[in-house]
Structure formats: structure tokens, C-alpha cells
């Protein structure tokens, strides 16, 4: 009877070695979040370094960007954005 007693605590011991082996490895697994991209200012900055749009228009967008980060504009502004002026 003893002998018995051994072998089941073993065998409950290895499944809960099991089960913690299991857990780390799932876990372990899981994918990582991207690193968050560049911001709109920056990407701003670059289409303004490349040339692609003049003075004027990096000056107003920049502005209206960080009218926005302060909250002082409606979300619906931002449409315009897309649209490049020269």
C-alpha cells in the first residue's frame, strides 16, 4: 500500500510539473506589441525634410496638430490633414 501512495504522489507531482512547464511556455509565447510608430509631428517633420510640402503648409499643420494635442479642436478637423497643399 505504501508503494502505491509513492507512485500516485509522483505521478500527481509531475503533472503539476507539468502543468506549471505548460503555462510557462504558453505564456513565454505570447506575441509581443509592436513598438509604437512614429507621431503625426514627426511624420510631418520628415514630409517637410523630403520636400514634399512647402513652409506654409508644414507651419499650419503643425499647428493644427498641436491644437489638437491640447484638445482645442474638434477630432473632425483632422480630415483636412490629408489632403497635401503646395
Known sequence: MDLWMIVGGLFWLAALGLLIWAL???????PQTPPPGPSALEILRQRYARGEIGTATFEQLRERLEEDRTGSREPNDVR????PQR
Open 80 to 83: 483636412e490633414l490629408s489632403t
Open 24 to 30: 510557462v511556455r504558453w505564456l513565454g509565447s505570447r
